[in-house]
């Protein structure tokens, strides 16, 4: 086992994995930017180094900075955590390359799933279910117009590269197509490349459900249950939760073997996700993505199987060998805490004046901020992570609102509201919602 771990993202995600880095006696050294310097998660960490300004692209993207606080701090393996560098293969084979430890799948692994044309090809041939769709790059409108005719519309579009739902876009005639196709191409260029679309069958008012694996160090795959993140604003989850209460024993049953299999796909060392859009009323599924990384809402997984997984990823990248008969119990679910509107979802940065985070049975908090921080525009708004676990479902959603209700955050914007409002929803109470509910509320 390595001695140090050097964390290299920020926020809630970094002091989330810095305790528990700590917690198995090993040291653990932060990474930073200017802007981030009072942060919680830089006092917590036994060292920490400046990477450089606010910017992305100065300080938490530049691979040759992190890897040289590693070599300054003596820093022994890289967790890159979520977002930022987390899914760049670059960035694992450079890790690899400077003699340290990559906690995280092969980045051969990272760039099979990175592609998701490439990604719905392999899943194919591996033997799970996948939406009927384009096997080759999409490149021009004319090409979208006869894929679309082809598929059927509606038609899902979306960039190759990527995630968390950036440039995706449904397309239900050929004029919303064109629209959708723009759309997606500029995604695309952001993330460096030429135009390469995806087109899919669109699932009407369907659920967005994922499958927790681990792949552990002895190549045996496991599947840990499976999440439910339907409640989504513009295509980018706000709350999950495990189980999902729109699958049957049965589907459960067929996703999760599925899981597995698309992880032993790809030789799958760590934790990863295997997402899926479910047709709840065909109960039947098909692949949406893999991510090739620890995920946010991975705390509802935690509290229903007792599991640490940023402990388990630790393990399984020091190659410990062990057996694992993962029991899932109770009903847990995650409240995404953003600096934004509650009503139109804009970003809603400023300084913290009061943070009081809510205590008591079944509650955790995971939170990035804490009052005196300032939440900056430079970086996701996500401030904290609020989870309620109990016995039932009902019991879950009780401790939901008490502990809402109990959340004090003033100064910044914040859609603690929000989920108040969701709280008492008629289509989440009975747990039979879909991936349009939140565009409903805001409609109503």
């Known amino acids: 086992m390595f001695d140090s771990v050097l964390v290299a993202n920020r926020g809630e995600i970094a002091r989330r994995i810095i305790r528990t880095v700590r917690s198995m006696g090993l040291r653990a050294v932060a990474v930073h930017s200017e802007a981030d310097a009072d942060l919680p998660f830089v006092r917590e960490a036994d060292d920490a180094v400046l990477l450089g300004p606010a910017n992305p692209a100065q300080s938490y993207l530049d691979i040759d900075k992190v890897l040289q606080a590693a070599r300054t701090t003596g820093a022994q393996a890289v967790h890159p955590g979520y977002g930022f560098l987390a899914e760049n293969a670059a960035f694992a084979r450079a890790v690899v390359d400077a003699g340290l430890v990559w906690i995280g ?31 080759e790059p999409v490149s ?5 117009e006869r894929a679309a005719e082809e598929i059927g519309f509606p038609v899902m579009v979306k960039a190759a590269g990527g995630g968390g739902g950036i440039g995706m876009g449904v397309a239900r005639d050929s004029e919303s197509l064109a629209k959708a196709f723009e759309q997606a191409c500029r995604a695309a260029a952001r993330f460096g490349g030429e135009p390469a679309i995806l087109l899919e069958r669109y699932i009407e008012r ?12 002895d190549g045996t795959v496991v599947a840990l249950g499976e999440r439910d993140c339907s409640v989504q604003r513009r295509h980018q989850k706000v709350v999950e939760e495990s189980p999902s209460p729109g699958v049957t024993p049965e589907l459960r049953e067929r996703m999760l073997a599925a899981a597995v299999r698309a992880g032993e796909a790809v030789a799958y060392r760590g934790a990863g996700t295997v997402e899926c859009l479910v047709d709840a009323d065909a109960q039947d599924f098909v692949f949406l993505e893999m991510n090739t990384r620890l995920q946010v809402e991975h705390p509802v997984t935690e509290l229903v199987t007792g599991l640490d997984l940023v402990e388990q990823q630790i393990r399984i990248a020091a190659g410990e060998t062990y057996s694992l008969q993962p029991r899932v119990s109770g009903h847990a679910i995650e409240f995404r805490v953003y600096a934004e509107d509650p009503r139109r979802f804009l970003p809603g940065p400023g300084k913290i004046g009061v943070w009081e985070e809510p205590v008591g049975e079944g509650v955790r908090v995971d939170s990035g901020y804490a009052a005196g921080n300032t939440v900056t525009p430079f970086y996701d708004p996500l401030m904290a992570k609020l989870c309620v676990v109990g016995a039932t479902r009902e019991e879950a959603l009780e401790r939901g609102r008490e502990a809402v209700a109990a959340f004090r955050i003033e100064g910044p914007k914040h859609n603690l509201p929000f989920c108040a409002e969701l709280l008492d929803h008629p289509e989440f109470v009975s747990g039979n919602y879909d991936t349009g509910l939140v565009s409903r509320m805001r409609k109503a």
């Open 206 to 217: 369907a659920r967005h459900v994922e499958v927790q694996i681990l792949g552990l160090a």
């Open 105 to 135: 799948p092969d980045p051969k692994a990272i760039e099979q799933m990175g592609d998701k044309i490439n990604a719905r090809n392999l899943m194919e041939s591996a033997g799970v279910p996948v939406a009927a769709g384009t096997r």
């Open 140 to 144: 021009d409108l004319a090409q979208a």
